[in-house]
């Protein structure tokens, strides 16, 4: 029986891996973590708690693909919607100066700080998906962990840090119309999950679901 663990993003509840796992197989044992769960820290502190949880695969959305990506020892992975790190001092500091910014703001005012966040381009796609609803009932309940969910948001940020060595058994799950992170590393299995955007495990789980199987097969091999 597969153990599995996950890492959600940025705000994420442990349910929102719920459809992909009601659509993967039945012997998969999960283990469904936050940010938070892994201490809140730094990208690199919160890979460094994941290395310690057995499991023969590991997946991540977003921040949480981030951090397996920071974690990866030959453990089979698989990220979804994850970027693969800023080059360059300047992209770095810019986008430490906006992410400790937007930290400021989850601070002083959470229910607008949630608002404007999935304002964002990125989570066009979701906003209109029929599963938005549940999604933003459960993000309402972040305003109870704003100041943690602020530190991870500046100590976790792009900005600060360092582009992953992509090597071993790495797969990369993508939406089509996720405009930030649709084109995946070209070295590495890969799939597309088409009509959906950057939330690819809460529009489309099913779909997602298949594409984590087959790539956990290819992984394996």
């Not at 809140?40 to 919160?46: A, K, P």
């Amino acid at each position: 029986m597969p153990s599995v663990v996950a890492v959600t993003g940025f705000l994420g509840d442990p349910s929102d891996f719920d459809g992909v796992k009601a659509a993967c197989s039945g012997e998969w044992s999960w283990r469904v973590l936050t940010p938070l769960d892994l201490g809140g820290g730094s990208i690199i502190d919160m890979a460094s708690q994941l290395k310690d949880l057995p499991a023969d695969l590991r997946i991540g959305y977003s921040m949480g693909g981030r951090v397996m990506l920071a974690a990866q020892d030959g453990t089979p992975t698989v990220a979804l919607s994850a970027g693969t790190g800023l080059h360059g001092a300047d992209a770095r500091d810019q986008r430490a100066q906006i992410d400790d910014e937007r930290a400021d703001e989850l601070r002083q005012d959470p229910e607008a700080f949630l608002k404007a966040w999935y304002e964002q381009p990125l989570f066009d796609a979701l906003r209109t998906s029929p599963v938005w609803k549940g999604v933003e009932a459960r993000r309402s309940g972040m305003v109870q962990h704003s100041e943690a969910w602020a530190t991870v948001l500046a100590a976790a940020s792009p900005g600060r840090t360092p582009a992953p060595t992509l090597e071993g058994r790495l797969g990369f799950v993508v939406g089509n119309l996720d405009q930030a992170y649709r084109v995946p590393p070209e070295s590495f299995s890969y799939r597309v999950i088409p009509r959906a955007g950057h939330a690819i495990h809460l529009e489309s789980p099913e779909a997602t679901a298949l594409a984590i199987q087959e790539l956990f097969k290819e992984l394996q091999s």
